[in-house]
């Protein structure tokens, strides 16, 4: 079973940056496309950023000129840089992945990263 694993999230005060990473556990494993989502409390989840296999990209409006979605393939790693951020950026932040491992492709949900941005 493939596993996503995120890193990146933690305490941030407004108008300052994280990055957040996302890669399949294994080596055999690597991205096609992906999307960050997030959930704030009380609220439901929401895409925030997506790339295609093609490397065409997407960004809610909420974020647009402030997060930047990448991919790197010789790490196998995806990444969502967040700049200026704002207190309603705060959530749990997921990346949902299509990894290719050799044969066939499958969507997986990594565990969830917090951010929050707070002074």
């Known amino acids: 079973q493939v596993q996503l694993v995120e890193s990146g999230g933690g305490l941030v005060q407004p108008g300052g940056s994280l990055r957040l990473s996302c890669a399949p556990s294994?080596?055999?494993?690597?991205?096609?496309?992906m999307g960050w989502y997030r959930q704030a409390p009380g609220k439901q989840r929401e895409l925030v950023a997506d790339?295609?296999?093609?490397?065409?990209?997407y960004y809610a409006d909420s974020v647009k000129g402030r997060f930047t979605i990448s991919r790197d393939n010789a790490k196998n790693t995806a990444y969502l840089q967040m700049n200026s951020l704002k207190p309603e950026d705060t959530a749990v932040y997921y990346c949902?992945?299509?990894?290719?491992?050799?044969?066939?492709?499958?969507?997986?949900w990594g565990q969830g990263t917090q951010v929050t941005v707070s002074s």
């Open positions: 294994g080596s055999s494993f690597s991205i096609r496309a």
């Open positions: 790339i295609s296999s093609g490397s065409t990209t």
């Open positions: 949902n992945a299509e990894v290719n491992n050799g044969l066939t492709s499958h969507w997986y």
